[in-house]
């Protein structure tokens, strides 16, 4: 009779802290979840390591530059197109980044698509706004193909976006509410050649 209560009382406990890490996880400070993957690139204001601005945009140029890595041609859509020629770069048969061609016969935009990549602040595929700590004055609502996707652009990087994802969210011509917001999941890391 006597083991009830004591195990009611361990439930309570056992509830009681169990509510208490829900309400540390959901807190905005200082949370960063922990990594998946092991980084392969960090893309910053300056570019993607191995791939400076000037590369020429082509498979043999950006396999010498990034050993390791198979590259091979893709079709890709972006906000505006829905069909652009790139060079997507495959590490263990995972696609990592995609590369468009720029003006000149050079590197244009780089997109990262891995998780295993790292923006600017830390930023990885898959953390949500939220754990990304991107400010929402620094986002726009997606157009054309990305129609209801918030755009951000990364703390200190000006030539560094972000792509977020909402699934289920129907765009009513803004960025969502700030709780809609906070869920969103980052899709992809995208730098841009510096102008000037």
């Known amino acids: 009779m006597t083991r009830i209560p004591t195990l009611l009382r361990l439930s309570g406990v056992l ?8 309400s540390l996880l959901g807190s905005d400070s200082d949370f960063t979840p922990p990594p998946s993957r092991a980084a392969t690139f960090r893309i910053t204001a300056a570019g993607v390591p191995g791939l400076p601005p000037g590369t020429a945009f082509s498979k043999k140029a950006i396999e010498a530059l990034e050993p390791g890595y198979v590259v091979s041609s893709v079709t890709m859509a972006t906000e505006q197109s829905e069909s652009v020629a790139a060079l997507a770069l495959f590490r263990e048969g995972l696609q990592v980044l995609q590369v468009l061609p720029g ?22 595929i898959g953390m949500t706004f939220r754990e990304t700590r991107v400010d929402r004055a620094a986002c726009r609502e997606g157009q054309g193909n990305w129609l209801g996707m918030p755009i951000c652009t990364a703390r200190g990087a000006p030539n560094v976006t972000f792509v977020f994802a909402i699934p289920g ?13 906070a869920g969103a999941t980052l899709q992809r890391i995208i730098w841009v050649p510096p102008v000037g």
């Not at 509830?15 to 829900?22: R, V």
């Not at 969210?169 to 917001?181: F, N, R």
């Open 15 to 22: 509830m009681s802290a169990a509510l208490a890490g829900c």
């Open 103 to 124: 003006p000149g016969g050079k590197i244009g935009a780089v997109h990262g698509v891995s998780e295993s990549l790292v923006g600017p602040n830390g930023e990885r």
């Open 169 to 181: 969210y129907i765009s009513a011509g803004s960025l969502p509410d700030d709780v809609t917001l």
